[in-house]
């Protein structure tokens, strides 16, 4: 079966909120709903579990980050897996250059799929994002996001390297975030990155909003004053 290939269940119909997160690329939105509901769930991409939650729990969920990316940023989607979030992020904000790093062939093959079905503007990369490769084709982003891909110290290391001094790492986390940053302060000190902060997004829009753990990437002479302050 194709990655928009038609589902007629009924609790594949997008939520209110998809409009006013959505607008105009609604459709798309839809589209990539069925994807995952068909073939992500053939694939083993998403449990089938996840299908009715597909739009709150996932799609929305992601979607709702762009509102901590500025306009015309570069954006690397570290694991991306089934495409969360960048993919929804590019349908919600078209302006934002993408690139999904994802080392599985069968996920990078259904995200391929879609892209082109969709008429994405969106580049998908093979590779893990410690590997130099990556490193080199998709380094140096304003911006790098993941989701349930790693614990944050983890995430650190693989995300500092990809993005310019200032950019950010934004993680999309859970109820614990605040938790795991306390936790992983110190790792994300020698990662290089500093102003860490948990930020909740569609707030207003959102039933239950996303929780992101927000971290830039630090100047070395800012990262030598902040160790020495340690």
Not at 49 to 55: A, D, F, K, Q, S
Not at 68 to 85: F, Y
Not at 96 to 119: D, H, K, M, Y
Not at 145 to 162: D, E, H, N
Request: hydrophobic letters at 45%; proline letters at 6%.
């Amino acid at each position: 079966m194709e990655p928009d290939a038609d589902v007629t269940a009924p609790d594949l119909a997008p939520p209110a909120e998809a409009a006013a997160v959505f607008g105009d690329r609604l459709a798309l939105a839809e589209k990539y709903c069925r994807a995952l509901a068909s073939a992500g769930v053939e694939r083993g991409l998403i449990g089938p579990r996840e299908v009715p939650r597909l739009w709150d729990r996932h799609i929305l969920n992601c979607a709702v980050v762009g509102e901590l990316i500025a306009a015309g940023s570069t954006v690397v989607d570290v694991g991306s897996g089934a495409g969360l979030p960048g993919i929804p992020l590019a349908i919600a904000r078209p302006d934002l250059r993408i690139t999904l790093v994802e080392p599985l062939l069968r996920r990078t093959v259904f995200l391929a799929e879609f892209i082109e079905s969709a008429g994405l503007e969106v580049t998908v990369v093979r590779g893990r994002a410690e590997q130099s490769g990556v490193k080199k084709e998709a380094g140096g982003a304003d911006v790098v996001t993941s989701r349930a891909v790693a614990p944050l110290a983890k995430l650190a290391g693989w995300s500092m390297p990809l993005v310019h001094e200032h950019g950010r790492m934004l993680a999309l986390k859970g109820a614990s975030a605040a938790e795991e940053l306390a936790r992983d302060r110190d790792e994300l000190t020698r990662a290089g990155a500093g102003r860490a902060q948990v930020l909740e997004c569609g707030v207003g829009v959102l039933s239950t909003p996303t929780v992101v753990i927000s971290a830039e990437r630090l100047p070395r002479a800012e990262r030598r004053q902040q160790r020495r302050g340690r």
